[in-house]
């Protein structure tokens, strides 16, 4: 039921199961995939954390666990910014930072503890990567941020190396070395982004990043090439995505006018 996308009556069917065996932690597991599905994260994580109470080894159970608390710390850390934006009070920052806090160490948690249980779970590594670089995002110093960073690289690459690399691990990737101002690394993850990137999709974060890369390294012929492609995955008839279109644009006539001059 659940698969065919009726959660109602999938809904019903693993309480039933509960009914049955309150131990079923597969059903606490399948109650907490609808509740997510219904965007109703706070019972999704309540049952997650009941399946991994009764299971503490229970996969499944800590993926649901990791990734409900990764998003609520996504959506916590956008209303951290906004209150930032409206000149929240310190102490409304300091509950919107501590709740984050918590949805953060949980996801490390479940994550961290999965790879220990499955060394080679490729999905737990870059989910556990992405809850290192949102803690980069809202570290208080330099040097908690540096490791923050350093942990997500970590994390990444132990996905990289398990698999061949998707193009969230290359991008992240690039993103990071680039922040660490290795850019040539940078670069390299950037390119097998693009090579890697599904043929339903166009890899225009990477293809930015190169350009920037490249008008950094003053190599002006590659950062027109690399806005050229930036400009081909944008529909500039598009609103939203025009915004990005003209952007890209207004680089290649920079460009051009530095050449000529």
């Not at 039933?16 to 994260?41: I, K, W």
């Not at 953060?104 to 490729?122: D, G, H, Q, T």
Request: hydrophobic content about 35%; some cysteine; glycine content about 6%.
């Amino acid at each position: 039921a659940f698969g065919d996308g009726e959660l109602t009556q999938a809904d019903i069917y693993y309480k039933q199961a509960l009914e049955l065996d309150g131990n079923a932690v597969g059903a606490y597991v399948g109650l907490a995939q609808v509740s997510r599905q219904r965007n109703d994260n706070k019972m999704a994580l309540n049952y997650a954390e009941e399946a991994y109470r009764r299971d503490p080894e229970n996969v499944p159970a800590l993926m649901e666990t990791g990734q409900i608390s990764l998003t609520e710390g996504k959506n916590t850390y956008k209303r951290l910014r906004k209150g930032m934006q409206l000149n929240a009070t310190p102490g409304e920052l300091a509950n919107v930072r501590e709740d984050l806090t918590v949805y953060l160490r949980n996801a490390k948690r479940a994550f961290e503890r999965i790879n220990k249980l499955e060394p080679n779970n490729k999905t737990a590594y870059d989910w556990l990567g992405e809850t290192y670089r949102l803690e980069s995002m809202i570290a208080g110093d330099e040097g908690e941020r540096a490791n923050a960073l350093f942990d997500a690289m970590e994390a990444f690459k132990s996905g990289y190396e398990i698999d061949p690399p998707n193009y969230r691990e290359a991008f992240r990737l690039g993103e990071i070395y680039r922040q660490r101002g290795e850019l040539d690394i940078a670069k390299r993850y950037f390119q097998t982004g693009v090579d890697v990137c599904p043929a339903d999709r166009k890899p225009r974060e990477c293809h930015w990043h190169m350009a920037e890369i490249a008008e950094e390294q003053n190599a002006l012929d590659d950062a027109l090439y690399y806005w050229g492609k930036v400009m081909e995955a944008y529909d500039a008839t598009i609103p939203e995505e025009a915004v990005f279109y003209n952007k890209a644009r207004e680089r290649v006539n920079a460009i051009n006018l530095k050449l000529r001059q």
